[in-house]
């Protein structure tokens, strides 16, 4: 037996030194004939989008099959851009496997109008393309683009929720209001809870609600209290203060008007090379992490501006690998024993801004974002 398999082994290792890269040069290269043109719905239709709707079927599009020089398997994309535009940042409204039609719902429209800068309530004009490739290559647009015109609803997911951000010396931000300032991350199961875990350098700090504007604004109070700014007419609260530089994590109560700020021990943490995000909801699904960005203060803190999502779940790992990875059960915001978990976090398709801590996976991510 083991004669056999070695023979087996044999012949398939002279089979794969034969195919030369000479061989894979010289295979011929399937060309184009007929680019897939659309046929319906008819040019200039015009939608209204209602978000009641979201979910029913607004439209199926219909094209002409493409023709390469071979019998071939051909994959179709369905990509809209504005009126006029080269397709060079089109949405994908949705793709097939070699079917000619394919169904979009009001969402997807609607999402594809807000990502291209259309204006709510207002009727916009769209061009309507079809892209054939095989397998990824070779790819064909149609010549002669479809127009729709459609009148979108905001599509901004619902976020009743208040974000809080540091200001101080003792922070990233320093005492600029608007100055890419860290933001507490709160709790997944009481929106009144906020907490922060990192460095800190010695000095004061305070926390605001409006990026840009020094109110709404908790200071500190006595006996572990917070105390509120509602307006920039108000009195003037006092810092939290650090005294010595170094890890601490800080909890707020906005309802019970209480903090704690307690040093941590980050001595046995872990710095990583890369964080990011990864799971259908992403860019790259399953198969790779898009990329946070470090933050340059705490090595532990991480970012992405913008990022738009998709239905669908996400988690977060470190170094592109499984062997250390994040989850939670909370749309929107966890930190531990409050959203964070093993699991996969759900996600509501949007734009969103993302802050994630590798010190305890707590995660921030801030949708409709611009």
Same mark, same amino acid.
């Given at each position: 037996m083991k004669n056999i398999t070695k023979?087996?082994?044999?012949?398939?290792?002279? +089979?794969?030194?034969?195919?030369?890269?000479?061989?894979?040069?010289?295979r011929p290269v399937i060309q184009g004939v007929d680019t897939p043109e659309l046929v319906a719905?008819?040019?200039? *239709?015009? @939608?209204? +989008?209602?978000?009641?709707?979201?979910?029913?079927?607004?439209?199926?599009?219909? %094209?002409? *099959?493409?023709? &390469?020089?071979?019998?071939?398997?051909?994959? @179709?994309?369905? +990509?809209?851009?504005?009126?006029g535009g080269n397709f060079t940042k089109a949405i994908e409204l949705g793709g097939t496997s070699g079917a000619t039609q394919i169904e979009v719902t009001v969402k997807t429209l609607n999402q594809a109008v807000i990502q291209l800068g259309g204006t709510p309530d207002q009727l916009g004009s769209y061009d309507v393309k079809v892209v054939s490739s095989l397998a990824g290559i070779e790819k064909m647009m149609s010549k002669t683009p479809l127009t729709?015109?459609?009148?979108? &609803?905001?599509?901004?997911?619902?976020? $009743?929720? *208040?974000? %809080?951000?540091?200001v101080g010396d003792a922070t990233a931000s320093g005492w600029n209001n608007n100055n890419k300032n860290q933001p507490l991350f709160r709790s997944g199961?009481?929106?009144?809870? @906020?907490?922060? /875990?990192g460095f800190f350098k010695a000095g004061a700090f305070k926390l605001i609600s409006t990026l840009g504007q020094w109110a709404p604004m908790y200071g500190k109070g006595d006996n572990g209290a917070i105390v $509120?700014?509602? !307006?920039?007419? =108000?009195? =003037?609260?006092?810092?939290?203060?650090?005294?010595?530089?170094? &890890?601490? /994590?800080? !909890?707020?109560n906005t309802e019970t008007l209480k903090y704690t700020l307690v040093t941590y021990?980050?001595?046995?943490?872990?710095?990583?090379?890369?964080?990011?995000?990864?799971?259908?909801? /992403?860019? +790259? *699904? %399953?198969?790779?992490? /898009?990329?946070?960005?470090?933050?340059?203060?705490n090595s532990h803190v991480w970012s992405l501006n913008l990022l738009p999502l998709n239905d669908g779940k996400a988690k977060f790992r470190a170094n592109n690998a499984w062997d250390v990875s994040w989850g939670g059960n909370t749309a929107f915001s966890g930190f531990p024993n409050n959203g964070t978990s093993g699991g996969d976090l759900p996600v509501a398709k949007s734009k969103y801004k993302i802050y994630f801590n590798d010190l305890d996976g707590s995660y921030l991510m801030i949708p409709n974002q611009g």
């Open positions: 023979s087996v082994i044999a012949l398939f290792a002279v +089979l794969t030194l034969s195919c030369s890269v000479e061989d894979v040069e010289d719905p008819e040019n200039d *239709k015009s @939608y209204v +989008l209602l978000e009641e709707n979201a979910e029913d079927v607004i439209e199926r599009f219909v %094209w002409t *099959k493409a023709t &390469y020089a071979g019998n071939v398997e051909i994959g @179709y994309k369905l +990509l809209m851009d504005v009126k729709i015109l459609v009148n979108a &609803y905001t599509g901004l997911i619902p976020y $009743a929720f *208040k974000d %809080w951000y540091f199961t009481n929106p009144s809870l @906020y907490q922060f /875990t $509120a700014r509602p !307006t920039e007419a =108000d009195p =003037d609260p006092a810092s939290f203060t650090i005294a010595t530089e170094g &890890y601490y /994590t800080f !909890t707020m021990n980050a001595a046995a943490a872990k710095t990583f090379t890369t964080v990011g995000i990864i799971g259908d909801s /992403t860019p +790259l *699904k %399953w198969d790779a992490s /898009t990329a946070l960005t470090q933050s340059t203060f």
